[in-house]
């Protein structure tokens, strides 16, 4: 187990409520079919949880196989700077097939964001963070995405609303919580 605190780093992009007694954090790839494919089912489990839980997501592009891995993180970061972290998130992972610098940037200007601000030399400036997070799951052992933390517990397997809905009953049993509406 990994303490949950040095899962999150300050600033880190979360998804709802900051005070839920669980996290589970994720590192993820946005050019990763696998993430994109966890991406609905943790969103569900968070805004079913009725507070209960929260999403961090760090970055761990596979850049040696996503080709467009990198710049999509950098893109998200930049939206994220902006204060549209989540609804780029959302559009990345939903039109994989178009994370080069045109696709990013149209993505950005859907978001009413300039298109110019997240590629290029302007995402450049957000690489710290990603290289941060990046860094941290190396550390941790993670080797493929999506890689989930629930409460500082490694889950395992394929990720289903039914298995990470009992990763969680089982995080808010050991952090003293009453199950309440994961599912």
């Known amino acids: 187990m990994t303490s949950p605190a040095d899962l ?18 994720e590192f993820g790839d946005f050019e990763c079919p ?34 467009y891995a990198l710049t999509a993180a950098l893109a998200a970061e930049a939206a994220g700077a902006q204060g549209r972290f989540w609804e780029m998130h959302d559009l990345l992972f939903a039109h994989q097939d178009r994370l080069d610098d045109v696709g990013l940037a149209h993505w950005a200007q859907k978001l009413g964001l300039d298109g110019a601000s997240v590629v ?4 450049q400036q957000h690489g710290d963070a990603v290289e941060r997070d990046y860094l941290a799951g190396t550390a941790l052992g993670v080797r493929g995405t999506p890689t989930l933390y629930v409460e500082g517990v490694r889950y395992r397997g394929r990720v289903t609303e039914d298995g990470v809905r009992t990763a969680v009953t089982t995080a808010l049993a050991a952090v003293g919580q009453a199950t309440g509406p994961t599912g």
Do not use: M
């Open 34 to 67: 696998y993430c994109h494919d966890a991406a609905p089912v943790l969103r569900t489990v968070v805004e079913e949880s009725g507070g209960q839980v929260r999403l961090v997501f760090r970055h761990f592009p596979l850049f040696e196989v996503h080709p």
């Open 120 to 123: 290029g030399d302007a995402a």
């Open 8 to 25: 999150v780093p300050p600033g880190a992009h979360a998804f709802g409520d900051p005070d839920a007694p669980v996290t589970i954090v």
